[in-house]
């Protein structure tokens, strides 16, 4: 794990957008298409509204992503990972970036498991080029949270429930966002950065992560 500090969310922003359109332009030069993980909530969203005014400036080839988890609710509805993608991106969506969903018309996650993992399988390559992620004060990471389950046998996604408001999410598993050839975490506060230090002696989903993470796990913190 490599830890960067930064002085304010908008360093850390303009960092972690150096590498992204690093990954995304040398693509573009071989000719490569490019897989990113997405972590939602309002965090990130100012860096996917600066990324979506610099993909319209370039020609960045074919950019696929997915969300690492999203609520069972409508794009239009607030919560939805999927939906802010599309608010936070509206120029680039759909020409520079294509939205593998989480998400179909059945009732319930649950309902859905085995056809979204089906559509993961033929339309995510094997290896993703990065995942980005948060973490709550709980440690948890995407919709996997302490004591439930982080896979479902050996599909690539997984029903899950927020421990407190029981609202049905589906997530990502574990070792799906492992297959990856980066690990990006954004975390801000110190009692962020307290539970991120104690991780690797704790049994939590972030721990999970350093332990079996197969690549650098590089962290983008400010206060």
Request: charged share 20%.
């Amino acid at each position: 794990m490599q830890l960067n500090t930064y002085a304010n969310f908008s360093a850390l922003s303009a960092a972690l957008l150096t590498q992204w359109l690093s990954v995304i332009d040398h693509a573009a030069l071989a000719r490569l298409p490019v897989c990113f993980a997405l972590a939602g909530g309002s965090t990130p969203a100012p860096i996917y509204r600066q990324l979506d005014a610099m993909l319209v400036t370039r020609d960045s080839g074919k950019i696929t992503l997915v969300a690492t988890d999203e609520r069972w609710v409508d794009d239009s509805d607030a919560q939805s990972n999927e939906g802010l993608f599309k608010q936070c991106m509206p120029l680039s969506y759909g020409k520079q970036w294509q939205l593998v969903s989480l998400k179909n018309d059945a009732s319930t996650p649950e309902a859905a498991t085995e056809a979204i993992s089906e559509r993961l399988q033929q339309q995510l390559p094997q290896r993703l080029n990065a995942v980005l992620l948060g973490m709550g004060a709980d440690g948890h990471i995407a919709s996997l949270f302490p004591g439930a389950p982080t896979q479902h046998d050996d599909q690539p996604c997984l029903a899950a429930l927020h421990p407190q408001s029981g609202q049905s999410r589906m997530s990502l598993s574990l070792p799906r966002l492992l297959e990856t050839e980066k690990i990006w975490l954004i975390i801000s506060g110190a009692e962020k950065r307290q539970v991120l230090e104690h991780a690797i002696h704790s049994d939590l989903p972030i721990s999970a992560l350093l332990r079996e993470a197969r690549c650098n796990i590089e962290v983008f913190w400010c206060p």
